[in-house]
């Protein structure tokens, strides 16, 4: 992998036709460093945010070496990169023949569920194992979320209490654990969390080995400017001081986006403009996915190319470049007025939920992945340096 000091001298050295992407490895440092000085317990990084190999491997080296996985596949990943890491097979939903291969191949032990059925196929397929490390997932409210999980995953309370008696009698350990939904807007949500597990913990006076609040750490957008992640910590802390347990568990957290959305960047060119509308050369079937029916907005710069920027700023939406008309992110981007044809744009925020989610639709794919070494656009983590981007 090529590596480069800054964006633009990257841009204006090879001058791109197709969009490239760029990973920052100081920023994979940054925010690895602060979840460690400040979560206080194990953090698991979600692989599915960026299973990129150079991703992961700065996240585990970064000292976040335990990973949140959700197929075999991940967990082939996480045993590639780092053959003895601990990985938790964190999906409730999981097929028994993957179930057996990551217990008896991967030395998985640690799996989550969220119902009986499941449950039932985790026993059976780890043929009764004795040394199982089990989490039952909480449905609770995701609604300061901008990705709702909740309809999909997790028990309701109700039910979670005789699922976690089931575990209790199968397991070495046991766990409880929630989400909040991606991109959780209020800290308020994971003191929540955590008062709804105390209320299974109370029904059935069984206290878990293990307390997870998953992931749902937000970053920060043009239009999404949470409170400092901070408050999120000081959230959890009090929320977890205040289930009064004799026998404290561990506590886990599995962020995703937090660790990595500021250390990605893609780069794209202008093909075609059409007034407000900006034909470029990526989409949302390319990284630009959570910028399509999500509506996620990121932030955005025109790399000066030796023409005059016009200080004069507009909104523009922006258009992928295959035929279909969903291939369209709405935006606003705000950018130079005076952009055209040619100009090269960098889309920042673009390190979790992006460059997985490419496909090869329409001929369009782009597989040029760099190493920079500047600042991002924005950062969670050094507000006062990104205070010149206009935030809501
Ligand atoms: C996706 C996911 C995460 C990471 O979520 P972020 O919002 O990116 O922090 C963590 N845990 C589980 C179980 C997930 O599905």
């Given amino acids: 992998m090529q590596k480069f000091n800054s964006v633009d001298e990257l841009v204006n050295t090879i001058r791109p036709v197709d969009p490239i992407y760029c990973i920052r490895p100081n920023s994979i440092k940054t925010a690895c460093n602060w979840f460690k000085s400040n979560f206080p317990g194990n953090i698991l990084y979600a692989v599915k945010t960026n299973p990129s190999e150079k991703v992961v491997k700065y996240v585990g080296e970064n000292g976040i070496n335990r990973f949140d996985v959700a197929s075999i596949n991940e967990i082939k990943l996480i045993r590639k990169i780092f053959p003895e890491a601990k990985a938790y097979y964190m999906n409730t939903v999981k097929s028994r023949e993957h179930i057996q291969e990551a217990y008896f191949n991967y030395n998985i032990k640690d799996f989550a569920f969220d119902t009986k059925d499941e449950l039932q196929k985790i026993i059976e397929a780890t043929k009764y194992a004795k040394d199982l490390v089990l989490y039952v997932r909480v449905s609770i409210s995701n609604e300061h979320a901008e990705i709702d999980l909740s309809q999909k995953f997790g028990a309701l309370p109700s039910e979670a209490l005789g699922l976690l008696r089931l575990a209790k009698a199968h397991a070495k350990k046991v766990g409880l654990s929630f989400h ?213």
């Fill in 180 to 392: 909040v939904g991606s991109q959780c807007m209020h800290p308020i949500s994971y003191a929540k969390g955590i008062r709804d597990l105390g209320n299974v913990i109370r029904k059935t006076k069984i206290i878990p080995d293990i307390i997870n609040v998953g992931g749902g750490f937000p970053s920060i957008y043009p239009d999404l400017n949470p409170q400092p992640l901070e408050s999120y910590i000081t959230e959890i802390k009090k929320a977890f001081e205040n289930l009064k347990l004799q026998n404290k568990p561990e506590l886990l957290c599995e962020p995703g986006r937090a660790l990595v959305a500021e250390s990605g960047s893609s780069i794209v060119r202008v093909v075609l403009r059409k007034k407000q509308k900006l034909y470029i050369n990526d989409g949302t079937y390319g990284s630009l996915f959570d910028a399509g029916i999500p509506n996620f907005v990121m932030p955005t710069r025109m790399i000066p190319n030796g023409r005059m920027t016009s200080k004069k700023l507009t909104s523009y939406s922006l258009y992928g470049p295959t035929c279909d008309s969903i291939d369209h992110m709405k935006g606003p981007f705000v950018l130079p007025n005076n952009l055209k044809e040619g100009d090269y744009i960098e889309i920042g925020q673009l390190g979790a939920y992006s460059l997985t989610f490419r496909t090869k639709f329409n001929g369009f794919y782009s597989n040029q992945i760099f190493e920079i070494q500047d600042k991002p656009i924005m950062s969670m983590y050094e507000r006062d340096s990104s205070s010149s981007y206009l935030v809501a």
